[in-house]
């Protein structure tokens, strides 16, 4: 990303917004009815880094007010804000200024694009804040450039849904549906990435909807967690494979679909919980639910990944979060943050088409309640760029974290579905 710092008289005296530990009041310009949702969340992460890292009193408002508080506004460089730039922004350029009146401190943040809005955030919180306050220079203190080159890699893989990503010893793989896999040798994850066709050996009743292969590593082993519909119980359901190598060939190791035979199940997923406890958490797709809505399943699974031990439990429907615009369960990935937070990542459409969302397990496990969060870590409404969806995370060989999704959702102009990483931090 080309960043750039207009340069400030040495003696030039800061202004500070707020200081650790004082309680500041700072107020965050943000009409959330005319705001989509997921650029809500977006802007929201100015709030939250502001109060937990200073303890500054952020509230949100949706006018300017004239209390003497610090202003900060998120915005579109458009005209409403010629008088604050003196030059306009292109396509993908951001710029950050700052005026200190009478009535307090204004602080924008200009973009052109939801990626240079992205950027304007991260570079105000990592150049402005740091642990004892957050300050600006008056002026023009913050502008650059941000591409999707800059923030996604798009791989060379031409067409490939569902993609999950295995990094084993610096040798990366992906896995998608049609039980396909790909390996990378050069660790560069531009590619480019070998084809190594079906990697999974293709049960007889396993006639169709080969979806979404997961491999998680467990016991020495590597196991695939997928989908297929079966000529047998009419349904699309879940099932575990084992290879001794990332690359296959795959065997199944259940007898057929793990999940209930008598519905569609998709997507599962493997978590191992602190007591080592391995779990399946699975869609309990729409198709199968009396009210059209999806569900997010789970259960207790063999010490063998064999077969269930629990009976499934429901752990959250479709329509819960206030960014769904559909009734569809997609994609779960769970993930264990660093101080203890279960995460689970899943998708649905929101109202910008295919999209990531976050649940959070209150109690950290895989049975407590689960809320939907506030912020989206993918959605077109997020980028100005493609939807994507069916997300899960990985780190590379350097400790960056990805997140990986297919995208875009459907065929368009320029090309297939294909996987794309986006960086991420906790």
Not at 6 to 27: D, F, H, Y
Not at 174 to 182: E, N, Q, S
Not at 319 to 341: Q, V
Request: with cysteine.
């Amino acid at each position: 990303m080309e960043n750039k710092t207009v340069e400030r008289s040495a003696c030039a005296e800061k202004i500070v917004l707020a200081r650790r530990a004082e309680g500041t009041p700072i107020r965050l310009v943000l009409d959330r009815e005319k705001t989509p949702y997921a650029v809500c969340g977006d802007i929201l992460r100015l709030a939250e880094e502001l109060s937990g890292r200073l303890g500054a009193q952020v509230t949100c408002c949706d006018t300017c007010t004239s209390d003497g508080a610090a202003r900060i506004l998120v915005c579109c460089a458009d005209e409403g804000t010629d008088a604050v730039l003196p030059m306009p922004l292109a396509e993908g350029e951001y710029a950050a200024a700052a005026e200190a009146g009478a009535d307090g401190v204004t602080v924008w943040l200009l973009y052109r694009g939801g990626l240079a809005r992205m950027a304007v955030i991260d570079r105000f919180l990592s150049e402005c804040v740091d642990e004892t306050c957050a300050a600006v220079s008056e002026g023009i203190f913050l502008c650059g450039r941000c591409t999707p080159d800059d923030v996604f890699i798009r791989t060379d893989i031409e067409a490939l849904r569902d993609p999950f990503i295995v990094n084993a010893d610096g040798t990366y793989y992906a896995y998608g549906t049609g039980w396909l896999g790909f390996r990378c040798s050069t660790g560069d994850l531009h590619g480019p990435w070998e084809p190594l066709g079906v990697v999974a050996e293709v049960p007889e009743d396993a006639t169709d909807d080969h979806w979404a292969p997961e491999v998680h590593v467990y016991e020495g082993a590597y196991y695939m967690f997928t989908t297929y519909y079966s000529e047998k119980n009419r349904h699309r359901g879940c099932t575990v494979m084992r290879a001794e190598s990332p690359e296959g060939p795959f065997v199944e190791i259940s007898d057929g679909h793990i999940t209930p035979h008598d519905r569609d199940s998709i997507d599962g997923t493997l978590y191992v919980d602190a007591d080592g406890q391995p779990w399946m958490v699975y869609v309990d797709e729409w198709t199968a639910t009396e009210d059209g809505v999806g569900r997010m399943a789970a259960a207790r699974l063999s010490a063998d990944l064999t077969h269930f031990v629990s009976d499934p439990i429901e752990l959250f429907r479709a329509d819960d979060p206030a960014w769904s615009h559909d009734n569809i369960t997609d994609g779960c990935f769970l993930y264990r943050c660093e101080d203890g937070s279960l995460l689970m990542l899943w998708s649905n459409d929101d109202a910008a088409g295919y999209s990531v969302g976050i649940a959070r397990s209150e109690n950290g496990r895989v049975d407590g309640r689960w809320e939907q969060l506030p912020y989206m870590p993918y959605s077109k409404d997020l980028t100005n760029t493609l939807d994507g969806g069916h997300g899960m995370l990985f780190t590379d060989a350097v400790g960056q974290m990805y997140l990986s999704i297919h995208s875009p959702e459907h065929p368009d102009e320029e090309g297939r579905e294909r996987p794309l990483f986006v960086p991420i931090r906790e």
